[in-house]
């Protein structure tokens, strides 16, 4: 599992059972808290909340880790940068909320299903249609990036294993190059079924 990309973890915690409205918006909720939260004791405060909502919603350490995977690198080099910067204290409380605010955002996806976020996206852009925004062309569009995510991981996987096979491993071009092809077949792929569906603009 990697992150956003409707992993979905089947229970009947209270999680699980929230409205994906609600929980769209108590992540955008947390998420700017978070910003706020800039003392070490804050950002400690905020991981407590968090690692209690996987508790609540029985979400196993495999799985909150699958989520956070994908980040460990990036968050290395920013605690070093920011240590470099700054002092250590900042630094940490720094990378802490960016990783809690993934966190959060995974937990969403790890409890609702991807055609549920879609539908409370769509109800939620309703008031936009005034101003010219399509609801229902933003949650395909949002929709369609998720799923995404999965394909143009397993091309590199497969890129991946192919390069290793050949001895070629430390090939940045080796990589690189097919990745690229890759994901343009499938972006003219889904382009070609998306105007086979009227859908062309």
Not at 20 to 43: D, E, H, M, N
Not at 69 to 76: A, K, Q
């Amino acid at each position: 599992m990697t992150l956003l990309t409707g992993a979905y973890v089947a229970g009947t915690s209270p999680v699980h059972r929230a409205p994906a409205g609600l929980k769209l918006a108590l992540l955008a909720v947390g998420c700017t808290a978070l910003v706020f939260a800039r003392s070490l004791p804050l950002v400690g405060l905020a991981a407590v909340v968090v690692v209690g909502l996987y508790a609540l919603a029985r979400i196993g350490v495999r799985a909150a880790w699958g989520q956070l995977r994908p980040l460990r690198w990036l968050v290395v080099v920013l605690l070093v940068v920011q240590v470099l910067i700054a002092d250590l204290p900042t630094a940490v409380a720094l990378t802490g909320r960016l990783v809690l605010a993934v966190a959060l955002a995974a937990l969403v996806t790890l409890t609702t299903r991807t055609t549920a976020l879609m539908a409370a996206l769509e109800r939620g852009l309703r008031p936009l249609r005034r101003f010219g925004v399509d609801p229902a062309r933003v949650s395909l569009l949002m929709s369609l990036a998720l799923r995404s995510v999965p394909v143009v991981a397993g091309i590199a996987g497969r890129i991946r294993e192919a390069r290793w096979a050949r001895g070629r491993e430390r090939s940045v071009r080796a990589f690189a190059v097919p990745l690229v092809v890759g994901v343009l077949r499938h972006a003219d792929a889904m382009g070609e079924a998306l105007q086979a569906r009227g859908l062309e603009d």
